[in-house]
């Protein structure tokens, strides 16, 4: 009894330390509250494949996961913890101190972390150690008095003991304070209870700001509107994705376990570096003024396996990246420029970089503002993103951007790069099935086999589909809209009853054909073909 009523004193105290620490976070950051700090932590630290394989499997939901194991491990530890501190009180008491400083230290360390990231942990830690210490000493065995035992005929027996719990309503004869450790626990969580709500409201507002200026910003119809999306682009086909995704069907890969929540009114750009003659910041609003430009590209992440999800096509409204590092006298490298690489950061502390030369030669590299006819949703990064055509997400499209540095790939890794990704990414040529899904059991018959492939910035010139390894029949296309946009395809397949594997392949407009070696993610990008089995009954 006693022994669970010190794990439940731990938990307590477990649930009080974040609960306090949500609160004094309000008074720094949200970021700087220890789940998030160490969530952080964890993601940084955690080896590619690992990562490959919670975004695999988890999804988008990978953080959810991550912050509900960090909370059941943080829940196991605290129970330990309690039931130490029945023996050792202060040492209890230490090693919630212990936690605090794990979760301290993370949070200072996060990219974009400094000293005052510190409190919300430790304050949290100090008050929770003293919860604990209050609890177990309710928990305490007290020494009762000498009392005469209530029968007995041959007189007197003195018993000097402690008395274990009887269950027994009132606090005589239980041997510890049960009324004390009743009251002070229910204490305890209601206070906890009440900081951690307030802690949230207040977290929650902080973030009103920015909300209240996404959501007056105007975006000026587009000086060069992107050519409307041509009628035989979606070819409407049942279970086939549609040609643009929806924001929020859009997929999101990123390592902020909060979204960063900017005002646009205070938000700056910076760009400077190696060969900036004229250093330039620039607001929100000088960007709006400036000549805008709205284009149809699609976003690939490097993360996606053959067949997965990670890929989305919107129409992007922004200013050219180009002559904004014109401007501030930026020359590629085939120029003469000092600098091949051009790494953007985020107010999250991610790294991205990109080749100059990339940006520079033409294609539409883009400082997003807006996306499918808004303003950035803040899960894609508002105020302002980079996207460019023809780069997986990792090397080109930083969100929630606010500094762009000139330098060169022999002297800076971003933040990928450090773990084990290429330096240089252009997006794969792939093909995907959407329908039928794999396991399916459409009738035979007509079947239409239907999916998109994408080689940005080369453009799918043909795409070729299989069955049981038999000869490849090539598919119709979709009307290609740019280069930088998938294309659907789709073939009428005569659906014979059994088992068959329905495979397909991609040809770029370069005369590249997929390969059917297979390789996974890491470093630069998944290659094979994808399959699909289906049984027709
Ligand atoms: N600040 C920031 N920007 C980021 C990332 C990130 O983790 N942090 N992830 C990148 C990756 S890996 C991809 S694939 C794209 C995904 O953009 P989306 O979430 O809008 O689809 O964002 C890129 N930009
Ligand atoms: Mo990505």
């Not at 279970?239 to 979204?259: E, H, I, M, P």
């Not at 773990?419 to 794969?428: G, L, V």
Request: proline share 6%; hydrophobic share 45%; net charge positive.
């Amino acid at each position: 009894m006693r022994g669970a009523l010190a794990a439940l004193s731990g938990l307590i105290t477990g649930f009080t330390a974040l609960a306090v620490a949500e609160l004094v976070s309000a008074a720094v950051r949200p970021e700087a509250s220890p789940v998030t700090a160490v969530g952080g932590a964890v993601i940084d630290l955690t080896p590619p494949a690992l990562k490959d394989f919670a975004v695999r499997n988890f999804g988008t939901n990978d953080k959810l996961v991550l912050q509900l194991g960090i909370l059941a491990l943080l829940a196991l530890f605290a129970m330990a913890v309690g039931v130490v501190a029945l023996r050792h009180r202060l040492a209890g008491s230490a090693a919630v101190l212990v936690f605090g400083a794990i979760g301290a230290v993370a949070a200072v360390s996060r990219p974009d972390g400094g000293l005052p990231d510190a409190v919300p942990s430790v304050v949290g830690a100090l008050v929770a150690g003293a919860v604990l210490y209050l609890l177990v000493t309710r928990l305490t065995l007290r020494t009762l008095r000498p009392y005469r035992a209530a029968t007995g005929t041959d007189g007197a027996t003195l018993q000097d003991t402690t008395v274990q719990d009887t269950g027994g309503g009132s606090d005589t004869g239980s041997g510890f304070d049960r009324r004390g450790f009743v009251i002070a626990a229910t204490a305890a969580v209601a206070a906890s209870a009440g900081a951690g709500v307030l802690g949230q409201r207040l977290n929650a507002s902080g973030a009103a700001g920015a909300v209240e200026s996404r959501a007056k910003t105007v975006l000026p119809p587009p000086s060069s509107p992107a050519r409307p999306v041509p009628a035989g682009a979606d070819l409407k086909v049942r279970g086939l994705s549609s040609f643009t995704t929806s924001n929020k069907d859009f997929y999101r890969v990123d390592t902020a376990l909060v979204v960063p929540k900017i005002d646009a009114a205070s938000w700056r750009l910076r760009i400077h570096g190696k060969g900036v003659t004229r250093p330039l910041t620039f607001s929100f609003d000088d960007l709006l003024r400036r000549e805008l430009i709205e284009r149809d590209i699609t976003l690939t992440c490097v993360s996606n396996e053959v067949g997965g999800p990670y890929v989305g096509n919107a129409r992007w409204i922004g200013v050219r990246l180009a002559d904004l590092l014109s401007e501030a006298g930026v020359r590629p490298p085939s120029k003469g420029g000092p600098a091949d690489q051009i790494v953007a950061r985020s107010v999250d502390g991610m790294t991205i970089g990109s080749p100059v030369e990339t940006v520079m030669d033409g294609r539409d590299a883009l400082l997003a503002l807006g996306m499918n006819g808004e303003p950035l949703p803040f899960d894609h990064g508002f105020p302002v993103r980079m996207i460019v055509p023809g780069l997986y997400g990792y090397v080109s499209a930083c969100k929630w951007l606010q500094d762009l540095e000139l330098t060169t790939f022999a002297d800076y890794d971003a933040y990928w790069v450090k773990r084990s990704w290429s330096r240089q990414a252009p997006i794969k040529t792939e093909s995907r099935i959407d329908t039928p899904r794999p396991f399916a059991s459409p009738k035979a018959g007509t079947v239409p086999i239907a999916g998109v492939a994408w080689a940005q910035h080369r453009g799918i010139a043909r795409v070729e589909v299989r069955v049981d390894g038999g000869p490849w029949h090539t598919a119709r296309l979709a009307a290609q809209d740019t280069k930088d946009t998938w294309r659907q395809w789709v073939w009428e397949w005569p659906a014979t009853s059994g088992n068959h594997t329905l495979e397909v392949r991609a040809t770029d407009q370069d005369g590249y054909t997929q390969t059917d070696q297979r390789v996974g993610t890491v470093p630069n990008g998944a290659t094979g073909w994808h399959s699909v089995v289906v049984a027709v009954p």
